[in-house]
C-alpha cells in the first residue's frame, strides 16, 4: 500500500542552524501539506501546496520556513534559522485533489528537537 | 472560523469494555468533511474514517463505530470491546474548503485513551 515516508526520523539542531525535512508523498497525489505537533498538544496546519506554489498557509508559518518540491518526488520544508519553540514532530501528507478522496495521508513524523 | 472539540482529554477504560470518544465541530461552510486519526504511542498519524457533511450515515468497521449527527455539530467515536492494542491519542479533525482550495485540516486537542488489561 502507497504510503507518504519522511526523512529523518529524527533531528536535533542548534537555535539558529538551518534544517530541512523531507518527505516524499504519494505518487498520484497532488496536494502537499505540513503539519506540527508540539509536544502534547494538538496537530496544527502549517502549509498546503499545490502546483508547485503555496496555495495557504497559517500564521505559524512566517518568513523562516519555506517549502519546496525540487524535482518529481520530494517535498521539502525549510527552516531559516530555528528556534526553541521550533522543537515539535513536523508531519507530512498528501492527498488527491479536491473533489475526488480529499483524504489527507501523514507520514510517520520527523521529531525536530532545538537545543 | 473552524474549530473542532474534545471535552475528553484523557480516558482509562477496562480491555473488553465498550467506550464513547466525543466529538463537536463548528464551521460555517454547508460542506465539508470529518475525520478520524489515530495516534499510538509510536507517533504517527493513522487514518481511520472520513465522512462528508451530506452523509450522515452511521458506519461500522469492526469494533469501530461512528455516530454523525448534524443537529448536534457531533462526530462521536466508539470502540466496541476495547483491547490494549486501542491504547493511543484519537483525534477528531474537519475540513473545509479554505480560499485557495486546500482542504486544511483542523484538528482538536485529542482525547487519550487507555485501555488496561
Known amino acids: 500500500e502507497p504510503e507518504v515516508t519522511q526523512t529523518p526520523s529524527h533531528q536535533v539542531t542548534q537555535m539558529g542552524q538551518e534544517v530541512i525535512l523531507r518527505c516524499v508523498p504519494i505518487?498520484?497525489?497532488?496536494?502537499f501539506y505540513w503539519y506540527r505537533q508540539i509536544l502534547g498538544q494538538k496537530v496544527e496546519f502549517l502549509v498546503s501546496f499545490y502546483n508547485n506554489e503555496i496555495s495557504e498557509k497559517s500564521e505559524i508559518f512566517d518568513d523562516q520556513f519555506s517549502v519546496e518540491r525540487p524535482d518529481g518526488s520530494n517535498f521539502t520544508l525549510k527552516i531559516r534559522s530555528t528556534k526553541l519553540e521550533d522543537s515539535a514532530m513536523y508531519f507530512c501528507?498528501?492527498?488527491?485533489?479536491?473533489?475526488?478522496?480529499?483524504?489527507?495521508?501523514f507520514g510517520p513524523g520527523t521529531r525536530l528537537l532545538v537545543l | 472560523a473552524q474549530k473542532v472539540t474534545q471535552a475528553q482529554t484523557e480516558i482509562s477504560v477496562v480491555e473488553k469494555e465498550d467506550v464513547t470518544l466525543d466529538c463537536v465541530y463548528e464551521?460555517?461552510?454547508?460542506?465539508?468533511?470529518l475525520f478520524w486519526y489515530k495516534q499510538p504511542p509510536s507517533g504517527e498519524l493513522v487514518f481511520l474514517i472520513r465522512r462528508n457533511s451530506f452523509d450522515e450515515q452511521n458506519e461500522i468497521s469492526g469494533r469501530y463505530s461512528w455516530n454523525f449527527q448534524k443537529s448536534t455539530s457531533s462526530f462521536n467515536f466508539t470502540i466496541t470491546a476495547s483491547q490494549v492494542v486501542d491504547s493511543a491519542v484519537y483525534f477528531c479533525a474537519l475540513s473545509d474548503l479554505s480560499g485557495a482550495g486546500s482542504y486544511q485540516l483542523t484538528f482538536g486537542k485529542g482525547t487519550k485513551l487507555s485501555v488496561i488489561p
Open positions: 501528507a498528501s492527498s488527491l485533489p479536491v473533489g475526488l478522496a480529499e483524504t489527507q495521508y
Open positions: 505518487s498520484n497525489h497532488l496536494y
Open positions: 464551521t460555517r461552510d454547508t460542506t465539508y468533511y
